[in-house]
């Protein structure tokens, strides 16, 4: 009985740090979506209440009728669905090269590979931006997809998984007459599932919330990106809160539906990369 009621109790503790953190988490996101709301006067005036005053959806209304929000909602998806599509098929196709053939140097180039994963992106920054206007990307769509092509952790993600594929498996399907592109597609690319939904959430995310390089690499309003929507609603002299709330969380909702979707594949994925 008493280790019962001592088990119960370290539970219930355990759960009760959990919802703690949980909220921690989470306040954030209801204080977001709350002062959207808001008008900009009340947030101003009393920021730190949750439930509004004086509900008005004027910063939804600027946001989606009175600004080019769904131009650069077609912006935002074209860019990331094309770098995750990209880097999910150069990724696991790399990192099938990378697990199944011998080939000159090859422990060398993947070190090599994975060292450039501890240089920051931000060292990158001014190179690519000189390789890009040299090239005639500047101010384009592509500026934002072509370097980004080829992810190293994706690479190394995706080998580490094929590594545990049956070499006898492969082999089989060799004898049996299948060709080197049907053996990726119909037994590599499905065994390794866990591994692409997780790629795919984690590319996703990083491409929808990226500020630092369309903000570097466009100069148009037309060729925007959600994230630089943001800054949209704010000039010099004044910032409509409301709006900048609403577009906040109307960002939140693909992403927010991608994971629902894919959350699965995503938590297989992460805890078999873990007993890895």
Known sequence: MKKLNSDFICRALFLLFLIAISLVVILPYIWMLS???KSTKETLMDAAHIFPKAPTLNGYKRVLFESPFFMWLGNSMM???TNTLAILFTSSLIGYVFSRYEFWNK???FTMMLSTMMVPAQATIIPTFILINAVGLFNSPWALIIPSVFSVFGIYLCKEFIDEIPKELLESAGIDGAGD???FFK???PQIRPAIGALGIFTFL???NDYLRPLIYLNSSEKMTLPLAISFFSTQHSTDLS???A????????????FLLFQRQFVKGISMTGMK
Do not use: C, G
């Not at 577009?247 to 991608?258: F, G, K, R, W, Y």
């Open 35 to 37: 002062n959207s709301f």
């Open 79 to 81: 860019v990331t669905i």
């Open 107 to 109: 422990k060398l180039l």
């Open 181 to 183: 592109w049907q053996i």
């Open 187 to 189: 037994i590599v690319l």
């Open 206 to 208: 990083e491409h929808w």
């Open 243 to 245: 709006a900048t709330m």
């Open 247 to 258: 577009v906040s969380a109307l960002i939140m909702i693909p992403v927010t539906i991608v």
